[in-house]
């Protein structure tokens, strides 16, 4: 692990990422670092001046892994000599979890820690919902996706506003990108409308994707609703007893495929139904759409300033895997399995080392360029050059004065 930090981490890109500029501002001086030790010691409130002080202690105490948390009115290393009214977090980027665990229910492919192609496109799905209505909705620009490295993904969004709401702003946010709510003794989890009237605008707007997504993921991939116990669940979700008795009838006769039930489910909005019938299945047909395929959101991890949150390029301690950035436009193409582990690029960096003849085994700053985490550093670059260019024209904007 020693050699990772010594000779693969990026710290220039993450301070780059943190602090929105070349010069440690306090956006990087007063930013919290947690660190967990082996065998189980968590270290807080630890701080840096810039990228060379944070890799020299990262080498030093060899951590598991290290968290970011906020960035707050004083230097985090010195919490112990201020007033505790004086140490409050003040900076933070909006963060967002995503979790394969709150997929288990509905997922028929694996189960527990083990995690497929075909159960990836869950988070693929959320991904893009998420950074559409995120983009959309809320304007923000600087999203950084990032694979958890094992079965989720983190989404850290760096633009200046995002970074300045509050924990009641987060609160309110992620309130309003919440639609599915419930843990497992709860059937039906969207709970986002009066009755059967129209769907709040955001979350209608997300449901046009999330039609063709049901068809794919749903019916026809994990075929969801094949048996007994999919099916059952998917029928305590219609309010009309006569609905459920009917469908309930057919298919405990005869073994038929989601794609087939759901088209069951269709007719029933059909053939002579009253108005209010109708519009109770159309109105259960788009939220069980939502619950099966809308972003699950660990709302916890978004809503408070402090919340600490792995950094990217740490190393999954059960995988080996590092967490690299992800590009949201690819995410259908990204396959978990194939993020380098640590001793992978290990390897690859002796291997560079031994064909250079020795010169290159010394020990080099960018020797990331060397290895298959080149392309992860690069698109951090990348996000990191769009944020500073911000920071520049918000500078030049704004005039001499710059107290951030
Ligand atoms: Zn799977």
Redesign the pocket.
């Known amino acids: 692990m020693l050699a990772f930090y010594r000779r693969l981490y990026p710290y220039k890109s993450i301070f780059g990422w943190l602090n929105h500029e070349h010069a440690p501002t306090k956006r990087f001086t007063h930013r919290e670092w947690a660190f967990t030790l082996p065998p189980d010691t968590y270290v807080r409130y630890q701080s840096f001046a810039d990228a060379e002080d944070l890799k020299k202690q990262v080498c030093q105490l060899n951590p598991t892994r290290f968290e970011i948390g906020p960035v707050y009115s004083a230097k985090p290393r010195d919490r112990k000599t201020v007033r505790a009214a004086n140490f409050t977090p003040q900076l933070r980027e909006l963060v967002f979890d995503i979790d394969m665990t709150d997929y288990d229910e509905i997922?028929t492919?694996?189960s527990g820690a083990?995690?497929?192609k075909?159960?990836w496109a869950f988070i693929a799905a959320a991904v893009h919902i998420l950074d559409h209505s995120i983009r959309d909705q809320f304007g923000y620009k600087h999203l950084l996706w990032v694979y958890s490295g094992r079965r989720g993904i983190h989404l850290w969004i760096s633009d200046k506003e995002a970074m300045e709401l509050t924990d009641e702003q987060r609160r309110a946010l992620v309130g309003w990108l919440t639609v599915i709510q419930g843990g497992k003794e709860m059937r039906k989890k969207v709970n986002v409308r009066q009755g059967s009237k129209p769907l709040p605008p955001g979350i209608q707007m997300a449901l046009e994707p999330l039609g063709p997504i049901f068809h794919e993921l749903i019916l026809l991939d994990q075929d969801c609703f094949a048996e007994e116990e999919g099916w059952e669940t998917l029928l305590q979700l219609f309010p009309d007893p006569d609905v459920v008795r009917g469908l309930r009838a057919k298919w405990e006769v005869k073994p038929l495929s989601s794609e087939a039930k759901w088209e069951d489910v269709k007719n029933m909005t059909k053939a002579g139904k009253d108005q209010k019938t109708h519009d109770n299945i159309k109105a259960a047909m788009e939220d069980i759409v939502l619950q099966y395929t809308y972003p699950r959101l660990d709302a916890e991890v978004s809503k408070h300033r402090n919340h600490l949150l792995k950094a990217p390029f740490c190393v999954h301690p059960k995988t080996g895997r590092v967490c690299v950035p992800v590009d949201p436009s690819t995410i259908d193409r990204f396959r978990p399995e194939r993020v380098p582990t640590v001793s992978q690029l290990l390897r690859e960096l002796d291997e560079a080392g031994a064909s250079a003849g020795g010169e290159a085994a010394a020990e080099h700053h960018s020797d990331w360029q060397k290895t298959s985490l080149k392309p992860y550093v690069d698109m951090l670059d990348r996000h990191v050059a769009a944020l500073m260019d911000e920071t520049r024209r918000a500078k030049r904007d704004a005039g001499p004065d710059r107290s951030w």
């Open positions: 997922r492919c694996c083990d995690i497929c075909r159960c």
